[in-house]
């Protein structure tokens, strides 16, 4: 299995600041997505980061708000951008290896609070 | 990705198996069952997946009705610390643009 980490694991921002988002899996993965469940409600996928390109983003999320980088095989950026309380979330970094068992995984989150 | 039907909350005693259905009657042939579940404040941890035949692993077995239309999750013998929400997705197997939706999940209480 993935060893995932995710930093910060909790932070508590200002309305209007942007915050960044760190992913660091323990090998080279084929897929990695990135994830945000609001208080109470189940996961839904912002994005597919991609290796090299642009994310490929869900219905409803966009590049100018969730700007996602991904560098390499083992590390991606989530950037939540111009945040408000409603962007109040945890947000889930998960990967996926397609050429083994194809098993996703998740990272143990970070908790973000706007004021 | 064919939905998928969940009762929103169940209840088992800690020691007795605890049964969790899904409804998944649109999926199609190519796709697979997934389980995961959510322990409070921690990133869903995956359990088992099937595609026709009934699966077993050291955490849970699972059940697909013949049709494909149906499944059940077995924790042989639940403890306190199964109590999570559980998330039963349909997905395809392997391939680049594949990717997991959850739906609402069951949250399983289990009592002592």
């Known amino acids: 299995s993935a060893v995932i980490s995710q930093k910060p694991s909790r932070d508590i921002c200002q309305r209007g600041t942007s915050l960044t988002i760190q992913c660091q899996v323990d090998?080279?993965?084929?897929?990695m997505f990135w994830y945000r469940q609001q208080p109470g409600q189940s996961l839904t996928l912002i994005a597919t980061a991609n290796q090299g390109s642009e994310a490929t983003y869900e219905s409803g999320f966009v590049i100018d708000k969730f700007p996602i980088s991904r560098p390499n095989l083992t590390f991606s950026t989530l950037t939540v951008s111009n945040m408000s309380p409603e962007d109040s979330s945890i947000y889930l970094c998960?990967?996926?290896?397609?050429?083994?068992?194809?098993?996703?995984?998740f990272g143990p989150g970070t908790r973000l609070t706007v004021l | 990705d064919a939905k998928t039907t969940q009762p929103p909350s169940m209840d088992c005693a800690e020691g007795r198996a605890a049964n969790l259905p899904c409804n998944h009657s649109?999926?199609?042939?190519?796709?697979?069952v997934y389980w995961y579940r959510q322990i409070h404040s921690q990133g869903p941890q995956y359990i088992i997946h099937?595609?026709?035949n009934n699966e077993t692993n050291e955490m849970a077995s699972l059940i697909i009705t013949e049709d494909r239309k149906s499944s059940t999750l077995i924790l042989p013998h639940a403890t306190l610390r199964d109590t999570a929400v559980y998330y039963c997705?349909?997905?395809?197997?392997?391939?680049?643009?594949?990717?997991?939706?959850f739906g609402t999940g069951t949250l399983l209480a289990v009592q002592p």
């Open positions: 090998s080279q993965v084929t897929m």
């Open positions: 099937g595609l026709k």
């Open positions: 649109t999926i199609s042939g190519n796709e697979y």
């Open positions: 997705i349909v997905g395809r197997y392997g391939g680049a643009t594949n990717k997991l939706i």
């Open positions: 998960s990967v996926r290896q397609i050429l083994s068992t194809d098993t996703q995984y």
